[in-house]
T-cell receptor, first 115, second 117 residues
Framework: AQTVTQSQPEMSVQEAETVTLSCTYD???????LFWYKQPPSRQMILVIR??????QNATENRFSVNFQKAAKSFSLKISDSQLGDTAMYFC????????????FGKGTKLSVKP | GAVVSQHPSWVICKSGTSVKIECRSL??????MFWYRQFPKQSLMLMAT?????????EQGVEKDKFLINHASLTLSTLTVTSAHPEDSSFYIC?????????????FGQGTRLTVV
C-alpha cells in the first residue's frame, strides 16, 4: 500500500521569503506520480505541481519547484517569493494505477504567509 | 483544464433525512469519479470509486448502504447520504479524470459542506 507523510502540520513564512514543505512517501510501484495540491480557505483543491517518478528532472512551475529524491522517497515543495495568496493547506499526494487509481493524500501542512 | 462541478455547495438537513450531492464533469466524459470526505483540519479520505454503469467500489469502513453512489452517465455521479445523522456532517469532495488528457491528473469539484442538525 502507498502512504504519504507530511511531518509539518503548520508552517509560516514572511512575504517574499522562501519556504520548503516536506513530504515522504512509500510505495512498491515502479510507475507513479507525485503531486502537491493547494487548498485555500475556499476549500477548492488546486493542483500546484506534479512529478512523474520516471523523470529525474525536478518539476518547476513558476515560483513552485520540487526536490524529488527517488531513492529517499522524498518529495519536497519549495515556494519562492512567497505571496499572501499562498496561504493555504498544502497536500502532498501520490497516484498510480492509471485512470482507475485514486490519489493518496498526506495529512497536509497549513502554510501562513505573513506580511 | 477540465471542469468538475459539484452541487450543492452547502446543505443543511434534519437528522433522519437523505441528501443527494451531484458531481458533474462539464466538458469531458468521466468513466470514473472519486468521492472523498474531509473532516475539519484533516486530509481527504477516499470513500468510494464510482464507475459508470457499474457498482461503486467502497473503501474499507465506509457503509455502502448509508452512502449510496450512482454513476448513471459519463458526466454525472451522485452521492446520497441516507438517514443522515449529525456525525455525517462533513465536507464531501468529488474528483474525476479526463481521459483525453493525462490519466494521472484529477480535477476536483468545489466540495459540499453538509451539516446535519
Amino acid at each position: 500500500a502507498q502512504t504519504v507523510t507530511q511531518s509539518q502540520p503548520e508552517m509560516s513564512v514572511q512575504e517574499a521569503e522562501t519556504v520548503t514543505l516536506s513530504c515522504t512517501y512509500d510505495t512498491s510501484e515502479s510507475n507513479y506520480y507525485l503531486f502537491w495540491y493547494k487548498q485555500p480557505p475556499s476549500r477548492q483543491m488546486i493542483l500546484v505541481i506534479r512529478q512523474e517518478a520516471y523523470k529525474q528532472q525536478n518539476a518547476t512551475e513558476n515560483r513552485f519547484s520540487v526536490n524529488f529524491q527517488k531513492a529517499a522517497k522524498s518529495f519536497s515543495l519549495k515556494i519562492s517569493d512567497s505571496q499572501l495568496g499562498d496561504t493555504a493547506m498544502y497536500f502532498c499526494a501520490s497516484h498510480y494505477g492509471g485512470s482507475q487509481g485514486n490519489l493518496i493524500f498526506g495529512k497536509g501542512t497549513k502554510l501562513s504567509v505573513k506580511p | 483544464g477540465a471542469v468538475v462541478s459539484q452541487h450543492p455547495s452547502w446543505v443543511i438537513c434534519k437528522s433522519g433525512t437523505s441528501v443527494k450531492i451531484e458531481c458533474r464533469s462539464l466538458d469531458f466524459q468521466a468513466t470514473t469519479m472519486f468521492w472523498y470526505r474531509q473532516f475539519p483540519k484533516q486530509s481527504l479520505m477516499l470513500m468510494a470509486t464510482s464507475n459508470e454503469g457499474s457498482k461503486a467500489t467502497y473503501e474499507q469502513g465506509v457503509e455502502k448502504d448509508k452512502f449510496l453512489i450512482n454513476h448513471a452517465s459519463l458526466t454525472l455521479s451522485t452521492l446520497t447520504v441516507t438517514s443522515a445523522h449529525p456525525e455525517d456532517s462533513s465536507f464531501y469532495i468529488c474528483s474525476a479524470r479526463d481521459l483525453r488528457g493525462r490519466v494521472d491528473e484529477a480535477f476536483f469539484g468545489q466540495g459540499t459542506r453538509l451539516t446535519v442538525v
